[in-house]
């Protein structure tokens, strides 16, 4: 009896081991249950939204803007001039040299008058010679018409005294614009300054025999300059006399000259159909000089102090010009206004709708929603 009540309680005790370890299996495997990996309670939980890199996002910030159209060519003298010799003569005397400053009428040369003052003595002597032909011309021809009138002498001698009297007039108006040619001659061999300016060049020496027509001197008035640039066609349209242009010269580093379109040609060019557009620039100081390289921008447009951001940033939905704004963990629609497009920077400036300091959203392309869930990256 004390042995079958031993077994007995071995029994009992395996069926209650037996039947937990029943219970631990079934605990852990329930039946058509998939095995999940066990959640940590200290996991940050998923985020449902659009994640942006900082390359996609841009600040919006107060800046000066402008839109405008690039301009380069090279600067000349907007008066300059070559002065030729008005007669042959031999040069004797030179009294300027290549970049001295002259004034206008100041005697730059002298040229040899030795024969221009003995042709106008000989013209002269033609002229008081046909002068006395004329005077006994006038005297003979009144004397026919006294006779004529008396019967004494024909009408044909009449005739004769007043054609005498016609010849003898017109030769000698004909002598005294010789001896005003001459006179004029003899003045050109002095040469003198046409415009204020600089001596840019000069083509003869003391001693040289020059013709008519020869080249003596280079005058270039540097007070203002001008610059020639080629612009395509597509351009000009958007430029106006009188407009503004900002330009930058090779070796003057940042400095800025101003000036203004003072001409557009009315012809493109065969070429390359660009036009040709003309610009002065007041040169006060006379640092500019004739074919110096110059580069700049002729204004349209400028936005002062105005909210700016990149122009990839605009959207157009509808009828209506949006950006999207990261605001508070979430993309917030605006629509706004803008002041200046097409800036030479590539920026765009908003008039209203959009404050300095937000956050828009600048890559194009997105499908994005008012409201949506957004946040930066790693942040």
Do not use: C
Request: charged share 25%; net charge positive; hydrophobic share 45%.
């Amino acid at each position: 009896m004390r042995r079958l009540a031993k077994i007995g309680l071995g029994v009992l005790a395996l069926a209650v081991i037996g039947g937990g370890g029943l219970y631990l299996f079934k605990a852990r495997q329930p039946a058509n249950a998939v095995a999940t990996a066990p959640v940590s309670p200290t996991a940050a939980p998923r985020f449902e939204g659009l994640e942006f890199s900082p390359a996609d996002l841009a600040e919006a910030r107060t800046a000066d803007l402008r839109r405008a159209v690039r301009l380069s060519g090279s600067l000349q003298p907007f008066n300059q001039t070559v002065i030729r010799a008005e007669v042959a003569a031999v040069v004797e005397e030179i009294r300027v040299r290549p970049g001295e400053r002259v004034k206008k009428g100041q005697l730059l040369a002298k040229l040899d008058t030795a024969d221009l003052a003995a042709k106008l003595r000989e013209k002269q002597s033609n002229l008081d010679s046909a002068r006395s032909t004329l005077s006994l011309a006038e005297i003979n021809r009144n004397k026919a018409v006294t006779l004529t009138q008396r019967g004494v002498k024909s009408q044909t001698a009449l005739d004769e005294a007043e054609n005498a009297w016609r010849t003898a007039r017109a030769n000698v108006a004909a002598l005294e614009q010789q001896v005003a040619m001459a006179r004029k001659a003899l003045n050109d061999a002095a040469i003198y300054a046409p415009i204020d300016g600089l001596v840019a060049e000069r083509f003869v020496n003391p001693g040289e025999r020059v013709a008519v027509d020869a080249r003596l001197f280079s005058i270039a008035d540097l007070d203002v300059m001008e610059m020639e640039a080629l612009v395509p066609a597509r351009d000009v349209p958007q430029l106006r006399i009188g407009q503004p242009v900002v330009l930058r010269v090779e070796g003057f580093g940042d400095r800025l000259f101003e000036g203004h379109i003072e001409r557009i040609n009315p012809t493109a060019q065969s070429g390359s159909r660009s036009i040709p557009v003309y610009i002065l620039l007041r040169n006060g100081d006379l640092s500019l000089r004739g074919g110096m390289f110059g580069s700049g921008e002729a204004i349209l447009a400028e936005a002062a102090n105005t909210v700016a951001i990149p122009a990839e940033a605009l959207r157009r939905e509808d009828t209506e010009t949006v950006v999207y704004v990261l605001q508070d963990g979430r993309l917030q629609r605006r629509a706004v206004t803008v002041a200046i497009d097409q800036t030479t920077d590539g920026r765009v400036g908003i008039a209203s709708g959009l404050a300095a300091g937000e956050t828009v959203i600048s890559t194009p392309g997105l499908r994005l929603n008012d409201g949506l869930a957004a946040r930066v990256a790693g942040r």
